[in-house]
Nanobody
């Protein structure tokens, strides 16, 4: 098991930016950012294959969000620019440690952080 601790959420106006961080307690194979708005299912927004740095984004955030990592600090980031009110959600960091298909499929991840709230006002 890997412990994940997120930080960096907050409230911003539309068009603003936020950067989320997630510190992992150990090795990960694949890490992702997911979000869940009230009354909606949790959806994946970005993922990174930690060994290669290969990234993938959902269509809803492509071009606005950037996932990155600092391997020396075991830290995952999500830079969020041009934020929209529809980006408002609880954001979760997730990871898995076994080799496999690194996707945005929620069921593939077995380690989750506690979440950090992002609120974007119009």
């Amino acid at each position: 098991q890997v412990q994940l601790v997120e930080s960096g959420g907050g409230s911003v106006q539309a068009g603003g930016s936020l950067r989320l961080s997630c510190v992992a307690s150990g090795y990960t194979y694949c890490m992702g950012w997911f979000r869940q708005a009230p009354g909606k299912e949790r959806e994946g927004v970005a993922r990174i294959l930690t060994r290669s740095g290969n990234t993938y984004y959902s269509d809803s955030v492509k071009g606005r969000f950037t996932i990155s990592q600092d391997n020396a600090k075991n830290t995952l980031y999500l830079q969020m620019n041009s934020l929209k009110p529809e980006d408002t959600a609880m954001y979760y960091c997730a990871a898995f440690t076994s080799a496999g298909y690194c996707s945005l499929r929620r069921s593939a991840y077995n380690n989750w952080g506690q979440g950090t709230q992002v609120t974007v006002s119009s």
